[in-house]
């Protein structure tokens, strides 16, 4: 049974900043395909099954979870 994997940006506590590489080591061990580190802001971008997202939660450091919701309408566009 196919899951949906969706993209995330995890915002990562002030307090936990400094060890934001250990933050995201410990997104990815819960199932973060991890992409980016924006370390001055505090943020990890990636993608991870929607049934795990709550796995996220619990890592400590992680302040809050954001999904990103894409809308398709199944139009392809065409260049005349």
Sequence with gaps: MSQLK?????AVADDA???IE???????????DHTVTLAGVGLLTG???SRDLARLLVV???LMVEVKHEFQSGVVPRIH
């Excluded at 969706?6 to 995890?10: D, I, L, T």
């Excluded at 250990?22 to 973060?32: I, Q, S, Y």
Aim: aromatic letters at 0%; a positive charge; glycine letters at 8%.
């Design 22 to 32: 250990e933050v995201a080591a410990a997104c990815r061990a819960v199932g973060l």
């Design 6 to 10: 969706v993209a995330v940006a995890v």
């Design 17 to 19: 900043r400094a060890r």
């Design 47 to 49: 993608s991870m099954e």
């Design 60 to 62: 400590p450091g992680v």
